[in-house]
């Protein structure tokens, strides 16, 4: 039980270029998200998805695109990156659509764009 | 709009001494609030949560509606604690079905 697994763990961009994060999660979780963490800022929700196929917009979307086409599975794109996109990315998953639910995560993704 | 504060970016403490991380919130309902931890090359994990009235590792963190906090007590810290510490808050879901957010961190450091 691998629990949540991030691909790439470090990646370093040039302006424009495009990438795709991949998110893996073997709980059988409904809820999956991704967050960008930045100093002084603490992490914030870029999108999300209650379930396979549904996916939704979190605090800071733009500049970002995401795909859940597997339940396991939650894709986080950036189609021509800044360096105002320099970050941390974390991903989560969640089991049940309760409030109370513990979020797990995942290693994290370092991110530079120069 | 929910919104978690965290006033200290870093916290320093010697071995021993309580500690207190201090979360305040806005929110207008009923909120459901959480710790998180970061240890150091670790990805973050859930300390711990209100409603379980739970203590985690020795701390523990009670909800003051009042005062709109969620403030994260040990009363003798340990080296082993030096972390972030993220608060966080849950909403009642939005149309899509989810409102989660953060806090800006706090950075503890537990000194010899």
């Known amino acids: 039980n691998a629990g949540v697994t991030q691909t790439p763990k470090f990646r370093v961009l040039k302006t424009g270029q495009s990438m795709t994060l991949l998110c893996a999660q073997d709980m059988n979780h409904e809820y999956m998200y991704w967050y960008r963490q930045d100093p002084g800022m603490g992490l914030r929700l870029i999108h999300y998805s209650v379930g396979e196929g549904t996916t939704a917009k979190g605090e800071v979307p733009d500049g970002y695109n995401v795909s859940r086409l597997k339940k396991q599975n939650f894709l986080l794109g950036l189609e021509s990156a800044a360096p105002s996109q320099t970050s941390v990315y974390f991903c989560a998953s969640s089991y049940h659509p309760s409030r109370m639910n513990e979020q797990y995560f995942g290693p994290g993704t370092r991110l530079t764009v120069t | 709009a929910q919104r978690v504060t965290q006033p200290e970016k870093l916290l320093s403490v010697f071995k021993g001494a309580p500690v207190e991380l201090k979360c305040n919130y806005s929110y207008s309902g009923s909120p459901e609030l959480f710790w998180y931890v970061q240890y150091s090359r670790q990805r973050l994990q859930l300390l711990l949560r209100h409603i379980s009235r739970e203590s985690i590792k020795g701390f523990t963190a009670d909800l003051n509606k009042g005062e709109t906090s969620f403030h994260l007590k040990k009363p003798f810290a340990q080296e082993e604690d030096s972390a972030m510490y993220y608060c966080?808050?849950?909403?009642?879901?939005?149309?899509?079905?989810?409102?989660?957010?953060f806090g800006p961190g706090t950075r503890l450091s537990v000194l010899p």
């Open positions: 966080a808050l849950s909403g009642p879901r939005d149309n899509y079905g989810q409102n989660f957010v």
